[in-house]
């Protein structure tokens, strides 16, 4: 057995003794760090929408959330971010800052999410309200898969519902 540690420990030496090697290792060594980080963490990247102030072109932020136990409460923590939001201060927000979710509900494939009267204005930053809750419905359905439908309340009343059944169903509900 001493024998065997022996050979280990020089077979340890001279795999450390070239410094491209031993730099390869710490390299894999800080990459299965930072895995473990990531798998023990449990983030989960989402993609958000925002306008340039300048152009009004569409300009795609990814971040990192915490994933959620539920799927209520996943789709609830991204719209939250969604009106904190873009970071970068050349981005214009979707809603005006004052505007808050509500109350948030995912029944049978469908969400239904309810704002406060703030959201049926513009931001002052400048935008469209109707533009500013495509791209909210766009986010929803591509960050969540099990999401069908999306529907959007101000105040408990319906906005938008026929406008994103007909453009984005194809369907003409009146």
Same mark, same amino acid.
Do not use: C, W
């Given at each position: 057995?001493?024998?065997f540690? /022996?050979?280990?420990?020089?077979?340890? *030496? *001279?795999?450390? $003794?070239?410094? #491209?090697?031993?730099?390869?290792?710490?390299?894999?060594?800080?990459?299965?760090?930072?895995?473990?980080?990531?798998?023990?963490?449990?983030?989960?990247?989402?993609?958000?929408?925002?306008? #340039?102030?300048?152009?009004?072109? +569409?300009?795609?932020?990814?971040?990192?959330?915490?994933? %959620?136990?539920?799927?209520? $409460? !996943?789709?609830?923590?991204?719209?939250?971010?969604?009106?904190?939001?873009?970071?970068?201060?050349?981005? %214009?927000?979707? =809603?005006?800052?004052?505007?808050?979710?509500?109350?948030?509900?995912?029944?049978?494939?469908?969400?239904?999410?309810? =704002? #406060?009267?703030? %959201?049926?204005?513009?931001?002052?930053? !400048?935008?469209?309200?109707?533009? #500013?809750?495509?791209s909210?419905?766009? !986010?929803?359905?591509?960050?969540?898969? =099990?999401? /069908?439908?999306v529907?959007? =309340?101000?105040?408990?009343? *319906? +906005?938008?519902? %026929?406008?994103?059944?007909?453009?984005?169903?194809?369907?003409?509900? /009146?």
């Open positions: 057995m001493n024998v540690i /022996k050979d280990a420990l020089a077979g340890l *030496a *001279a795999f450390f $003794s070239d410094k #491209s090697r031993r730099r390869l290792f710490f390299l894999g060594l800080l990459g299965l760090f930072a895995f473990a980080d990531f798998l023990i963490s449990g983030l989960v990247r989402r993609t958000f929408v925002f306008y #340039s102030i300048a152009d009004r072109t +569409a300009i795609v932020e990814a971040r990192m959330l915490k994933r %959620a136990p539920a799927r209520e $409460s !996943g789709v609830g923590g991204y719209v939250e971010e969604a009106l904190l939001g873009p970071v970068s201060p050349d981005l %214009a927000p979707l =809603f005006p800052r004052e505007t808050r979710l509500r109350s948030l509900l995912y029944r049978n494939g469908v969400v239904y999410a309810d =704002f #406060s009267e703030d %959201a049926a204005l513009p931001p002052p930053e !400048g935008g469209d309200v109707f533009r #500013s809750f495509s909210l419905y766009e !986010g929803i359905r591509r960050n969540f898969s =099990f999401v /069908k439908d529907r959007f =309340f101000i105040a408990g009343k *319906a +906005a938008y519902f %026929a406008e994103f059944n007909r453009i984005f169903t194809g369907e003409n509900t /009146k």
